[in-house]
């Protein structure tokens, strides 16, 4: 790797201008964007000393029940309403929280709170490790890529025991960092969907600023050191230098402590912040391009045809180990993006001028609308075909029974429809995205550089309307 390209924090910078003639445009100029604070119900809302604790609370009591019963409750998944309602309705709906909310169920999730009560009752705040700091996306990416690779391999999903242990050992591990570490240095550095919601965050439609006029007069800094009512914030943001959502929870202390209304919440259009990233960081756009090979697995291993392409594997490698098979097919499933990419970034470089690194880096981002959009499809699948067991589990605690009734709720064709509807605009965006990452050099290298990425966009799109043509199975 080019040291040239990293600074001291190990973050991938862009080349100096002198060397790239590379402009980067300013975003919207904030002062024009609606500010929903200046809304009296929404302020009240984000100032209330029980915002955002009453949602805190809550999603920990049901987080409870739901591990109690993946522990206590049926060893059927079809019956466990903690595996209904972490797998058929939670996984499904997080990505679309991230895209109409941001990180906002970062501020509420159970995880997060178990962190701030373990810091409350014997935390002893010590600094974050600077490996954390240095590496922590990375280990983000790790662990989001090992519990995927491991749900296939020892079945995760389909055993509530196993996602009982699964929910048991992450909270071992949001303990053990609450107890020792300041803030919410687990959702920060560590938590496997960090670096998921910190890419889908700035895809959303809802961004936290605050005024740079206001905050260059303040000599508080009470936004990030908290009062002695209320927090710092928990995922060790400074407003007024935060020019993206991949880390603001919107879980409004900054507000609360801010004491010249300098905060802003503003709705955008979701995705416009991915062409205005001035320094692209080389692990979010690696697990950018890797979700997509993430998701191509996540389709292939629940298609009829998967027992064909696990006997050709099986004689080919001659083994019958199917984690053997499988790590190979995963392997082979996040390569493909990352190789096909690389070379578009490569073809890209011919014609901007950009080491093939930096276009990697930069032009990865564009990937995330159609991340999304295949992530969503895939799990809303499971959301409409298999919605009503979340009902069905839940009337069985009460000793109401339901066995009989079909768990759609609707029928396969409409599945589909949305589906390719959701594909389309998944690759509408990225090739928007990738047009306007372009778009920061002129004429005719905007366009050579946006030709190759475009047509891997549209190669990825159609991989995926593929994949969701062929016949799924379910789960429940």
């Excluded at 499971?382 to 066995?403: C, D, N, Q, R």
Aim: aromatic letters at 12%; glycine letters at 8%; hydrophobic letters at 50%.
């Amino acid at each position: 790797m080019d040291k040239g390209l990293l600074n001291k924090d190990g973050d991938l910078m862009t080349l100096p201008e002198k060397e790239t003639n590379l402009e980067i445009p300013e975003p919207e100029k904030d002062k024009q964007k609606l500010n929903l604070l200046q809304i009296p119900v929404i302020k009240g809302i984000f100032q209330s000393r029980i915002f955002p604790g009453i949602f805190q609370y809550l999603t920990l009591v049901v987080f409870g029940v739901i591990v109690y019963e993946l522990i206590f409750g049926p060893g059927s998944a079809h019956d466990n309403f903690g595996t209904a309602m972490t797998w058929v309705l939670w996984w499904p709906l997080i990505p679309v929280i991230f895209v109409l909310l941001g990180r906002f169920w970062c501020a509420v999730c159970p995880f997060a709170t178990v962190s701030d009560l373990i810091q409350k009752v014997v935390g002893v705040r010590g600094v974050v490790p600077r490996f954390l700091k240095s590496y922590g996306i990375w280990l983000i990416d790790f662990f989001f890529i090992l519990i995927t690779w491991a749900d296939h391999v020892f079945g995760i999903v389909e055993s509530p025991r196993g996602s009982g242990i699964l929910l048991l050992m992450i909270t071992t591990g949001v303990i053990v960092a609450g107890a020792f570490f300041e803030r919410r240095t687990w959702c920060r550095y560590l938590c496997f969907l960090g670096g998921l919601s910190g890419n889908y965050a700035r895809s959303g439609a809802l961004e936290l600023r605050a005024t740079p006029e206001i905050c260059s007069k303040c000599s508080t800094k009470s936004c990030f050191n908290g009062n002695e009512q209320v927090p710092g914030c928990p995922m060790f943001e400074f407003p007024r230098a935060m020019d993206n959502s991949a880390r603001c929870n919107l879980c409004g202390y900054c507000v609360k402590t801010c004491p010249n209304d300098s905060i802003r919440i503003s709705p955008r259009v979701p995705s416009s912040e991915l062409w205005f990233i001035n320094r692209p960081k080389l692990e979010e756009s690696f697990l950018a391009i890797v979700i997509m090979g993430i998701v191509f697995v996540q389709n292939i291993t629940m298609l009829e045809v998967w027992k064909q392409i696990l006997a050709w594997l099986e004689s080919a490698l001659g083994t019958t180990s199917y984690s053997i098979t499988f790590t190979v097919t995963f392997l082979v499933a996040m390569a493909l993006p990352v190789a096909a990419i690389a070379l578009a970034a490569w073809l890209s470089k011919l014609g901007n001028g950009e080491s093939t690194l930096t276009n990697f880096a930069r032009f990865g981002y564009a990937l995330i609308p159609l991340d999304l959009a295949g992530h969503v499809a895939h799990n809303l699948f499971h959301l409409l075909a298999e919605g009503k067991a979340v009902v069905f589990t839940a009337l069985a605690l009460l000793g109401i029974e339901s066995h009989g009734s079909s768990p759609a709720l609707v029928g396969p064709e409409t599945i589909q429809v949305l589906q390719f509807l959701l594909l389309g605009l998944g690759v509408l965006g990225s090739l928007y995205g990738a047009y306007r990452i372009a778009k920061h050099h002129d004429g005719v290298k905007a366009w050579r550089s946006f030709t190759p990425m475009a047509g891997l966009i549209v190669v990825l799109g159609l991989i995926n309307v593929y994949l969701f043509l062929l016949p799924m199975a379910m789960r429940m």
